[in-house]
């Protein structure tokens, strides 16, 4: 892709979807002998969050599985919409567009599995980590830096702002909201 494309897809960003296994967690599920299972999230994707939301960018996650712990962990991060348990993502991905006024190509999605083709498609920028499926590194727009579970979306939500020539001043916005700095 051109860069003066790839800058025009990604200054129409409005809205960021992502995943949940193997973009907030490095894709590991704990299950434990009583049923209860749990998940490892990172401190660094709720800053990441706050850091979307101070910016204006509101975060939705899209996740094929359902986890009580995603669901604690998106409210624990001021993520309103957490849609969980449907294997095909189109529906939920087209519901959240609606929800946040937005179009398809203002969407940037985050995923690394086989599920996500039809949501990386649609998007308007897909970012994928390292770690994703062989097919999904072939496809998506940009490759993150961090892997799952070490900060993916922390570093989506600050490229897409830097790219977007925001992130000096959501900082000083954050300083001010946040630090009182
Ligand atoms: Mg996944």
Redesign the pocket.
Known sequence: MEKADFLDKINKIKLIIS?????LTD?TIHIHSDGIESKQFTVHDGAGSATARIAGIPIALL??RYSEATTIRAREMGIPHCFQGKLNKIEDFVKLCEIYNVSADEVAYI???L??IPVIEKSGIAFSPPNSHPLILEMTDVITKRS?GTGVLQEVVEFILKAQNRFDETIIKMRKEVYKG
């Open positions: 995943d949940v296994d193997g973009i894709a996740s094929g995923g690394d599995g599920i996500d799952g």
